[in-house]
């Protein structure tokens, strides 16, 4: 499995970026997709996950903010981030697996995720 982010930057707080993770490699036919960060001295975060079937689930610290989609023709995941905050730096990374547990859901845990891309560094300037 291949993950490789791109569209990190840095902005002005207010401002936009749109991130892009291209997947190859996995061939689930039910899997979850994340968005995680990881700030300079902090624990890597979960941000949003999108399972294969369209659901989603976000951080409260981004809902109404950032949107999480992918398009399965491309294999490619995304994640709009709007009104970035000061606080919303951190390296982004994209993870991919299978669904967790016999209820199979898709979680923001970064336990649940084997598959990692490499991650695109997004700085929000107050």
């Known amino acids: 499995v291949q993950l490789v982010e791109s569209g990190g930057g840095s902005v002005q707080a207010g401002g936009s970026l749109r991130l892009s993770c291209a997947a190859s490699?996995?061939?689930?036919?039910?899997?979850?997709m994340s968005w995680f960060r990881q700030a300079p001295g902090k624990e890597r975060e979960g941000v949003a996950v999108?399972?294969?079937?369209?659901?989603?689930t976000y951080a409260n610290s981004v809902k109404g903010r950032f949107t999480i989609s992918k398009d399965n023709a491309e294999n490619t995941l995304y994640l709009e981030m709007n009104s970035l905050k000061p606080e919303d730096t951190a390296k982004y990374y994209c993870?991919?697996?299978?669904?967790?547990?016999?209820?199979?859901?898709?979680?923001?845990?970064?336990?649940?995720?084997?598959?990692w891309g490499q991650g695109t560094q997004v700085t929000v300037s107050s």
């Open positions: 993870a991919v697996d299978r669904p967790a547990g016999y209820l199979q859901l898709c979680v923001l845990s970064s336990s649940q995720y084997n598959y």
């Open positions: 490699g996995y061939t689930y036919s039910t899997y979850c």
């Open positions: 999108i399972r294969s079937d369209g659901r989603t």
